[in-house]
């Protein structure tokens, strides 16, 4: 018989691998102002339920997840207790080659 493996699977691994967790009110201000499409869910505390209406809206019209947790469900999920009250499980970025960054900066010129 085997031994049972007991480590502890994070809960950033519960989603695709072209999907992670960002958390905190300005940060998920920002993603929704400039990323919407990317937001695959929302999970927010009651206390942030007026402050995050235009996103739940957004959400209910687009046919996006979101749920209101707790506390303490926030903390488990974000593994830490720095949430602000609000998680969004969104779609990483495109990697940007060397090259192409460096063509970037080249076009908007010297800093």
Known sequence: ????????????????????????????????????ADIVKVYLTEKKLKLFSDLIRFCVKNRKGYDVVDDVALEKLTESTHHEGICLVVKERGKVSFEDFIGRIGRIGPI
Do not use: D
């Open 1 to 36: 018989m085997k031994p049972e493996n007991k480590t502890k699977k994070s809960a950033q691994n519960f989603y695709s691998h072209n999907e992670s967790k960002i958390y905190g009110v300005n940060t998920c201000l920002t993603v929704f102002k400039n990323r919407p």
